[in-house]
């Protein structure tokens, strides 16, 4: 059974940092694209980044382009995300998803992020 | 960037009714567009991708439709499991832009 798991989340200050991580399991993780997808509270989704198999091309949209980074440990079956200078517009939950075919077909349950002093 | 601009926000519907919601791209997305479900308090789940195919295990109620800017997605029977809020996705170019969803209620 595929999971995905996040950790990571909490309440963090305006500009400063936070990594979330998120657990792979019951599937060969270094086969698959892996992305991130937050939602604002009460809002619609928006995709964050993705990342290739090997980690060695990453995307990001403008909104977080130069403040996340994405990143995976194949060996751990792990994906993280990095995010730096955060804002109020960053608080969300935070999903971790697998891609097949540039859809997400397995998500996990979210970690809640909140930006505020 | 490719907006994804989703129709009717919300609509009030029945159980059993058969209900069809759109979703209008900005420029054409050449059938690389996927529909969502999400429920309260849950992740979004992939119910079609590539327009008109539907994931493994997604009851064959749910069809999807479309070319080029428009597309849609019909229930047809609406259950009550299938109340939630549908989302449409451009795959086709980065930013892969949702759309802001339509929810379903019950009258």
């Known amino acids: 059974e595929v999971q995905l798991v996040e950790s990571g989340g909490g309440l963090v200050q305006p500009g400063r940092s936070l990594k979330l991580s998120c657990a792979a399991s019951?599937?060969?993780?270094?086969?698959?694209?892996m992305a991130w997808v937050r939602q604002a509270p009460k809002k619609g989704l928006e995709w964050v980044a993705t990342?290739?198999?090997?980690?060695?091309?990453?995307y990001y949209p403008d909104s977080v382009k130069g403040r996340f980074t994405i990143s995976r440990d194949n060996a751990k079956s792990s994906l993280y995300l990095q995010m730096n200078s955060l804002k109020s517009e960053d608080t969300a939950t935070y999903y971790c998803?697998?891609?097949?075919?540039?859809?997400?077909?397995?998500w996990g349950q979210g970690v809640m992020v909140t930006v505020s002093s | 960037d490719i907006q994804m601009t989703q129709s009717p926000s919300s609509l009030s519907v029945s159980l059993g009714d058969n209900v069809t919601f759109t979703c209008e791209a900005s420029?054409?997305?050449?059938?690389?567009l996927a529909w969502y479900q999400q429920k309260l308090g849950k992740a979004p789940k992939l119910l079609i991708y590539g327009a008109t195919n539907l994931e493994d295990g997604v009851p064959t109620r749910f069809s999807g439709s479309g070319s080029w800017t428009n597309y849609s997605l019909t229930i047809s029977s609406l259950e009550p499991e299938d109340i939630a809020t549908y989302y449409c996705q451009n795959n086709h170019v980065y930013p892969l832009t949702f759309g802001s969803g339509t929810k379903l209620e019950i009258k």
């Open positions: 420029e054409n997305i050449y059938g690389f």
């Open positions: 990342i290739s198999t090997s980690g060695s091309r990453t």
């Open positions: 019951g599937f060969t993780f270094s086969n698959y694209y």
């Open positions: 998803a697998r891609r097949r075919r540039n859809t997400y077909d397995y």
